[in-house]
């Protein structure tokens, strides 16, 4: 499976990099660096080259990589717009992906909530998050960028008497301008484990 992302993933940059765009920086939201691109994706640092596709100087070939390159794929010169955030289930054709995207994006979270939000200032500063708009509802919540035009609402229900802790996940209003539905699935379920990584590595 390894070969197979390597493959996808070079084919993806040839067709990015081959009808390059003038304005592509513009488009990701990231900085012309080392010749290639450079911004935050899934809370690394991330370098977008022909060669390749670096997370912390790293070179990456796995199902991050595939997303980057998607995202880099669909890069459009839309602004991101947060509100009003949207649920999976509201997106266009998700229904055949949605109880997989709550198995994998919500319900893995669910056993670490306390820790999230014991540890939320550093969650959010590595996403270059903040707090969610006011209304959005939960016990807490905040937005996460794993991709600079992509935004996630995570919002957490603690447990209390009546009902075991819970957590929902919102994307921002017109996600689906800058990465197909099944790859926003994606890049959701990735960052929910970028977070679980994060706060299990950290005292």
Same mark, same amino acid.
């Given at each position: ?10 084919d ?27 911004? *935050? ?8 080259r022909?060669?390749?596709i ?10 991050r990589?595939?997303?980057? *390159? ?37 319900m893995?979270? +669910?056993?670490? +909530?306390?820790?999230?939000l ?7 500063e ?6 969610a708009p ?8 905040f +937005? ?17 008497e ?10 921002? *209003?017109?996600?689906?301008s ?8 994606? +890049? ?16």
């Amino acid at each position: 499976m390894g070969s197979n992302y390597k493959s996808i993933i070079c084919d993806n940059l040839a067709a990015i990099f081959d009808n390059e765009p003038p304005d592509l920086a513009l488009r990701l939201g990231a900085e012309k660096d080392e010749g290639g691109f450079k911004f *935050s994706a899934f809370g690394r640092s991330c370098l977008l080259r022909r060669e390749g596709i670096f997370l912390d100087g790293i070179v990456e070939e796995g199902p991050r990589a595939i997303l980057i *390159s998607l995202y880099a794929m669909n890069a459009v010169s839309d602004q991101i717009r947060l509100e009003p955030f949207v649920a999976f289930k509201d997106l266009p054709n998700s229904m055949p992906y949605s109880g997989a995207f709550s198995a994998n994006s919500e319900m893995i979270l +669910v056993p670490h +909530v306390q820790q999230i939000l014991e540890k939320r200032y550093l969650v959010m500063e590595r996403f270059n998050g903040h707090n969610a708009p006011e209304g959005l509802g939960g016990d807490e919540s905040f +937005v996460l960028y794993p991709l600079p035009k992509i935004g996630l609402a995570y919002i957490f229900y603690l447990a209390d008497e009546e009902f075991p802790a819970s957590v929902t996940c919102l994307f921002s *209003s017109n996600a689906l301008s800058f990465m197909p539905l099944d790859g926003l699935a994606d +890049v959701a379920e990735y960052t929910s484990r970028s977070i679980i990584q994060l706060i299990s590595s950290t005292v």
